[in-house]
């Protein structure tokens, strides 16, 4: 069952799988601060982007909570990785810090003229962000922005297993 929305002349869809797998223009990454790849998504990364990737966020130095930064995604099959600062275990104003990282995000895209973004459920797995709050944030913020002035065509939202999809189906009407 394809879950998908159109907003004005783009489309949000939903996705299961690993999004470092995914054939994207690019996908969105939760960074530290210190912007160096972790555990997880950021093993995966490195095993199948390569060194490379975290080269350039080592060049780039940090990424500031609610920032976005974003490399090159080396040997993987998308192009550009958007590295996000999102709101981290139970610090306050999660919901404000996930909406500026989300919006960064998009910023980043449309300044590098990408038209198809990935975006993973930010901070919901080894952060413990809320997963029915972070789904809601996030289909929230990307539909609000696709309505205005933008080049992206295709959002997608990924999640790993059931656990992290339903709630982005709900949000998006499936």
Do not use: W
Not at 9 to 21: E, F
Not at 34 to 49: F, N, P, Q, V, W
Not at 74 to 99: C, S, T, W, Y
């Amino acid at each position: 069952m394809t879950v998908e929305k159109n907003v004005g002349s783009s489309v949000i869809r939903l996705a299961k799988g690993d999004i470092t797998d995914l054939d994207v223009e690019a996908f969105v990454y939760d960074v530290m601060e210190d912007a160096k790849l972790g555990t997880g998504y950021g093993s995966a990364i490195m095993a199948r982007g390569g060194k490379v990737v975290q080269d350039e966020l080592d060049a780039i130095g940090s990424c500031p909570k609610g920032a976005a930064v974003v490399t090159s995604a080396g040997r993987m099959k998308a192009k550009f990785i958007i590295h996000v600062n999102g709101p981290k275990f139970h610090e306050p104003d999660q919901e404000g810090k996930l909406a500026q990282a989300v919006q960064n995000a998009l910023k980043r895209a449309d300044e590098k003229e990408i038209g198809q973004l990935a975006f993973p459920p930010i901070g919901t797995g080894f952060y413990q962000v809320d997963l029915q709050m972070c789904a809601r944030v996030m289909v929230d913020v990307v539909t609000e922005y696709l309505r205005g002035n933008t080049g992206i065509k295709e959002v997608i939202f990924v999640g790993f297993d059931t656990r992290e999809f339903n709630p982005f189906k709900a949000n998006l009407g499936g």
